[in-house]
């Protein structure tokens, strides 16, 4: 099990995104001349239902880190069927992307549950994006996918496994 919200659960994203024929195939092309990278911006984290103090040090120590104001950036990197980085930043300004994709962290536990599509989520307001609109839907079955692998990896979540008593 790999805790959401850590680096180590968007190394174990970016590895299976990377082990993904499918993901190969339906991304081919993307961010190719054009920047394709992400922000997925995770906003209304619920840290006050999150016992910090019962993590281990490390975990506590890094999502306090990248909690701010009740939100975290994970910066995906993709070009061409592959993801080159995926990692937490502290600031949406350290990177340069094409992409902002911000929501609210319940719709986004549902996307890693595999119970929200990611297309309807954008097209019905669950999620907004800055960005190119078309190119995203040219690249549809890309999202849907991601979001399929997002949901194969074995995930905790720290108002979950770790709730203020």
Do not use: H
Not at 30 to 37: A, F, Q
Not at 115 to 140: C, H, I, N, W
């Amino acid at each position: 099990m790999v805790l959401y919200l850590t680096k180590a659960w968007l190394d174990e994203y970016r590895k299976m995104l990377n082990q993904s024929r499918d993901y190969k195939e339906a991304g081919k092309g993307w961010g190719v001349g054009w920047n394709g990278d992400f922000i997925f911006q995770i906003e209304n984290i619920p840290v006050e239902k999150i016992a910090f103090e019962s993590m281990p040090p490390d975990v506590a120590k890094e999502l306090r880190e990248y909690i701010v104001n009740e939100t975290v950036y994970s910066y995906i990197r993709l070009k061409d069927g592959e993801c080159l980085e995926a990692r937490p930043i502290k600031d949406p300004k350290e990177v340069e992307v094409g992409f902002i994709q911000k929501g609210p962290y319940e719709n986004w536990k549902k996307i890693t549950r595999g119970e929200l599509d990611p297309t309807k989520a954008l097209l019905t307001g669950k999620f907004k994006l800055q960005g190119d609109m078309a190119k995203v839907m040219r690249y549809s079955r890309a999202a849907n996918i991601m979001a399929k692998i997002a949901a194969n990896i074995k995930t905790e979540f720290p108002d979950e496994i770790y709730p203020k008593k």
